[in-house]
């Protein structure tokens, strides 16, 4: 007998934990009746068809969510073709809430679990190993052709078996950890809301398995605990175990609410190696009305207090999060939304949109509040009573903007300069968004390098008293993250002999000397130009506090060398180490 658990994940670098507990849980006794297999929604689902039909599994299970939705989708209309023997279950958090529609939808789908599936999935794998498959009225948990059978109790957490036993199956990919269950919060258009007792798991269990991931030097564990921090002696036993048992590679990451962190937590917080933890946080909406629609209560004075604290440590990477679309939001109140989190400084500003999912809340009130969205997952809001669609468009396209000139931390230097030009920071990326379609760059998307040169381009046109600064800037964003092999137009040329002979007498001093590049002691003058940059400014744009200052009142300067070293970078940033270098060499 074979149960094949499918997962069909958003991209490889993904692994899925509903499947791989469900397999732990059920291990002990049952290993040899179980396969894994997961697939991504890239590729084709003819291919995944196929090898599902090669592996001629009894029964398969898929993990069903928002993202891989349409694919599975696509497998259920194929799939009893060409397994016409072979039950079919759903589970996961897409299914549990529509479960009597999706089975009239799909006549070949056998039953879905409900909600936490451990249990349920052993007590159906039970009765497949003794071929008792013809009634599963008596496993709780379950929504079959006959209705719902009884609904099960909510799982221990502690009583749960660890997912992981070897990491050589999830070589380059993130793995995922679960230390609590369920949500204190009720905001609206969260599934876990539905979810409202909080249970935790046994921190004993939880420092053992740390361990693990510690040992075997995991490059990232991703907590899916929904408010990681809402039972404070948790959250701190496990930040302390960290800061204990840091073995300097492995970097966690937590889902937050930032207002609801106190001091202790501050304290701890701002010991932890730089790119130890990194954290997710949801605002949402500065909007007091949207926040009360939305059940969600924050105290935003407080949180900009510890976003603020957090980034003056510079050793823990912020993911600040909004969401557009939600009631009483409109256009100008998602852009003072947008200004008074950019101005938090976050490191990632992630600009979402509303989701509408079936079993939350908000879900029951789409006609109060006017949303429409897509039939089609990711059922993501088109427009609402207070946004229209055309509103959701130049959305889009500011989202895009933030996402390739800020959130791509490429060009943070130039930004903050040029916010300046600007009334808004979303008015800045809401031009540049205007100037994207007016030369048809979305259509022709810019590379990576050539959008150096894009964005001088635009501050032409915005703040055109400034190119040379602008352009000093851009270059200095640019060498920061790339040793590049070949030059950039745009760049200011270096050919002249005064720079040439002092970036020859540099290196072949600093052979001698190791003044800067104490690391490199191995390498000789030749290596070590090559494996640095060295750049000559004519204005001190590694200062932007200065730079903005004195903006329309600098005058060119005698040339600076600024040396950036790419044998060390920024935990956070990635960016390289700089020197100001004198010109005594």
């Known amino acids: 007998m074979k149960f094949l658990l499918a ?148 799982t221990d957490l502690s009583g749960l078996p660890f997912l992981y036993h070897d990491t050589e199956t999830f070589t380059n990919r993130i793995l995922y950890y679960e230390s609590s269950r369920g949500c204190p919060y009720r905001c609206s258009y969260c599934l876990s809301s539905i979810d409202k007792k909080v249970r935790l798991r046994d921190i004993g269990l939880v420092k053992k398995e740390l361990d693990f991931f510690l040992a075997n030097k995991v490059k990232q564990v991703k907590f899916v605990d929904r408010t990681f921090n809402c039972v404070h002696e948790h959250a701190m036993a496990i930040w302390q175990y960290l800061y204990e048992h840091d073995n300097g590679v492995t970097n966690f990451h937590f889902e937050i609410s930032a207002d609801i962190i106190n001091d202790e937590e501050l304290e701890l917080l701002g010991k932890l190696r730089p790119g130890q933890i990194q954290l997710e946080i949801g605002v949402q909406s500065v909007n007091e009305e949207t926040l009360a629609a939305i059940n969600r209560k924050m105290d935003l004075k407080r949180l900009e207090y510890v976003v603020s604290r957090i980034r003056k440590n510079h050793n823990i990477h912020q993911h600040l999060d909004l969401i557009a679309g939600l009631p009483y939001e409109d256009y100008e109140s998602f852009k003072n939304s947008f200004d008074r989190v950019y101005a938090m400084k976050p490191d990632q500003l992630q600009l979402g949109f509303l989701k509408v999912l079936s079993g939350a809340p908000i879900s029951l009130k789409t006609q109060e509040y006017g949303i429409s969205y897509t039939k089609q997952p990711p059922y993501e809001v088109l427009y609402t009573r207070w946004l229209s669609y055309e509103d959701v468009i130049r959305l889009k396209k500011v989202e895009e903007m933030v996402e390739q000139y800020y959130n791509s931390d490429q060009f943070g230097h130039v930004l903050a300069f040029m916010e300046q030009a600007f009334e808004s920071p979303f008015i800045m990326f809401e031009t540049l968004a205007a100037f994207y379609e007016e030369k048809g760059y979305y259509t022709n998307n810019p590379s990576r390098a050539y959008r150096y040169e894009v964005l001088l381009e635009f501050t032409d046109i915005y703040d055109s008293g400034n190119r040379e600064i602008y352009t000093e800037l851009l270059t200095y964003d640019l060498y920061l993250r790339e040793n590049m092999k070949s030059r950039p137009m745009f760049c200011r040329p270096l050919t002249d002999d005064t720079y040439k002979r002092f970036r020859h007498d540099f290196y072949r001093e600093e052979e001698q000397t190791r003044r800067y590049l104490p690391g490199l002691c191995d390498h000789d003058s030749r290596q070590l130009s090559g494996m640095t940059h060295l750049e000559a400014f004519s204005y001190p744009v590694w200062d932007t506090e200065r730079l903005i200052r004195s903006r329309n009142k600098l005058k060119k300067q005698e040339d600076r060398y600024i040396l950036f070293d790419y044998s060390k970078r920024d935990p956070l940033s990635k960016e390289a180490a700089v020197y100001q270098v004198d010109g005594n060499t």
């Open 7 to 154: 997962a069909i994940n958003a991209k490889y670098i993904h692994s899925n934990p509903a499947v791989y507990s469900l397999y732990a849980y059920s291990r002990d006794k049952h290993e040899q009746s179980m396969e894994i297999a997961e697939y991504t929604i890239n590729q084709r689902t003819e291919d995944i068809l196929a090898q599902l039909y090669e592996r001629k599994p009894d029964a398969i299970g898929f993990s069903c969510y928002i993202w891989n939705w349409n694919a599975v989708c696509e497998l259920l209309d194929d799939l009893p073709k060409v397994l016409p023997e072979t039950d079919i279950w759903l589970g996961g958090p897409q299914v549990s809430f529509n479960a009597p529609q999706i089975l009239e939808q799909f006549p070949c789908i056998k039953g879905i679990m409900i909600g936490e599936g451990e249990v349920t999935f052993r007590e159906l794998l039970e009765r497949y190993e003794k071929q008792d498959t013809e009634d599963f009225s008596g496993v709780a948990g379950l929504c079959l052709r006959s209705g719902f059978t009884a609904e099960r109790d909510i």
